[in-house]
């Protein structure tokens, strides 16, 4: 620590301002938080342990000057993270120092948590030294699968920069192959921008799908001839080393435990590139999922919304002001990316779901319905159909939502989460009972291991009589769901029934935990008075 302890605290003083911002950490404001880092490191410039939080927060909070201050600090000390190399690679990028980022490039893969990134990133330096060196993935190379999943859309960007056709569109089709969905449409954009940039209107074109809202502006641009041109508007290295972070940042958050770091390293691209929108809208996507929905609103509006990115840049918005608490701007602006000629279906979706949090289920279901409008009954993706269903049985059409689900269950028989919801959504109306037993027999057999399934196996057992067939099961669901108040409330139920008393209000007590409104009330009765018609679970 910058002071000895017992030793009197200056107001101004290191470590004032140090616990001031672990207290604002703490919070969860972030803002706060750097502020006083900052006036810590300057307070006292040799403290590891502020230059440590310094790193992690400045790039959190998007503050570069921060983060490189405290990185040369932790580099003297021989303590820079592995994703301070990353940070170092940019700053030599965007300084054009090729030496430099050769150098830490050769520590990256020394470090080696990052070294399948070595290839693109040494094609990018040699680009900025003036001679062409695609990246080259060798197959004994032991990063060689990783470094596969980014090899394409490099070797495309680099050989639309020479004008070499021939080699970019074959690398561009498989670097689009491999990304589909997810950031694929902001893939397309960025080959058409460079491709017309070079002076491929044609081939840019082709790059776009007509009709569809994400590229109406790109394309009505191209059309025009309204676009950036020439030398300056094509991809330098570090822009290019920006969309490799980019692209990394976003993979690596597909995994829950690795948001943080996805969030990182979508701010040095930010860093690396401050002007691309691409690192912008992943940038804002995983600053929401990692709870700091604010920042995530922030980058989200630095994407121009009547430029080509502008529609993937508002869906991100939507996201982040749903979860920084604006619902109704959230849904206004769903609505209104929804309303666009070629709205896609996840724009529908989008909304849908929206809507159905605020409880306005029948909005949701016809925004679900919307979604299918581009589709034939025949190729319709069952999930749309479970989406209307479930919006419809929640907003107490039943009637119509059985018809939708059935549907659904017609088109992907072999999908537990639909028979499963069809099935449970009967027992519960107790009706067709030994059908919906059939339903979730086959749910679990097909994914044995899912709790909400299990769960609606044995309460559809405990609903038709057989209470011995249902305890096991019940068990069974409420030890891979504990904090569940349903799971536990069915077998609470189930116990109670099967004589076992003493057990049966432990499960309902550990349901009341977690438990809300009617069903603690239900629960409490229960606990008190033991299982009566009245308080039986739905």
Do not use: C
């Not at 990134?117 to 060798?138: F, H, K, N, T, Y």
């Not at 049966?504 to 603690?520: H, K, L, P, S, T």
């Amino acid at each position: 620590m910058p002071a000895a302890a017992g030793a009197a605290v200056d107001p101004d003083s290191a470590l004032h301002a140090y616990a001031r911002a672990r207290l604002a950490d703490g919070d969860g404001a972030l803002q706060a938080a750097v502020a006083s880092y900052r006036a810590a490191m300057t307070l006292d410039p040799d403290s590891i342990a502020i230059a440590r939080r310094s790193f992690a927060q400045a790039l959190e909070s998007g503050d570069e000057a921060l983060a490189l201050r405290a990185a040369t600090m932790l580099e003297a000390q021989a303590m820079l993270p592995r994703d301070g190399t990353l940070l170092r690679i940019g700053e030599a990028l965007e300084h054009q120092d090729w030496a430099s980022a050769g150098q830490l490039t050769d520590r990256m893969e020394e470090e080696g948590n990052f070294a399948f990134l070595a290839p693109m990133i040494r094609s990018w330096i040699a680009q900025g030294e003036g001679r062409a060196s695609p990246p080259v993935i060798a197959d004994k190379d032991p990063f060689a699968s990783l470094a596969r999943r980014y090899v394409d859309e490099h070797v495309a960007l680099q050989a639309i920069g020479r004008g070499d056709l021939a080699a970019a569109l074959p690398a561009a089709r498989r670097a689009l192959a491999l990304r589909g969905g997810g950031d694929g449409a902001a893939l397309r954009l960025s080959f058409a921008g460079q491709l017309a940039a070079r002076g491929y209107r044609d081939e840019a074109l082709a790059m776009l799908p007509e009709g569809a809202a994400d590229f109406a502006a790109a394309r009505s641009d191209l059309k025009r001839g309204k676009y950036p041109r020439g030398k300056r508007a094509l991809l330098d290295p570090a822009q290019g080393y920006a969309r490799l972070l980019s692209r990394l940042a976003a993979d690596i958050a597909t995994d829950q435990g690795g948001v943080a770091l996805g969030m990182r390293l979508a701010r040095i691209a930010t860093f690396a590139d401050p002007d691309s929108a691409e690192a912008h809208i992943i940038a804002a996507r995983l600053l929401t999922a990692a709870g700091y929905p604010a920042f995530g609103v922030a980058e989200a509006q630095k994407v121009a919304a009547d430029r080509w990115y502008g529609a993937l840049g508002q869906a991100e918005l939507v996201v982040a002001m749903a979860e920084a608490g604006d619902r109704p701007g959230a849904i206004a602006l769903a609505r209104t990316l929804a309303q666009m000629p070629g709205a896609d279906a996840a724009r529908h979706v989008q909304l849908g779901r929206l809507l159905a949090d605020q409880k306005d289920f029948d909005g949701a279901a016809a925004a679900f319905r919307a979604a299918q409008a581009g589709y034939t009954p025949e190729t319709v993706p069952w999930s749309l159909l479970l989406f209307e269903g479930s919006a419809l049985e929640q907003g107490e059409h039943w009637d119509e939502a059985r018809a939708v689900l059935e549907r659904a269950a017609k088109l992907a028989p072999n999908e537990p989460v639909i028979l499963n919801y069809l099935g449970y959504a009967q027992i519960e109306r107790r009706q067709n009972v030994d059908e919906a037993l059939a339903l979730l027999q086959r749910a679990s057999a097909l994914k044995p291991q899912d709790a909400s399934i299990t769960d609606s196996l044995g309460w559809a057992q405990y609903v038709t009589g057989n209470v011995g067939a249902a305890v096991p099961v019940l068990e069974r669901a409420a030890a891979g769901a504990p904090d569940d108040p349903t799971v536990n409330e069915h077998l609470g139920d189930a116990l109670w029934s099967a004589g076992r008393r003493y057990e049966a209000r432990y499960a309902w007590n550990a349901a009341a935990i977690f438990a809300e409104g009617d069903v603690a009330e239900r629960l409490a009765a229960k606990t008190r008075e033991g299982l009566k018609p009245e308080y039986a679970a739905p």
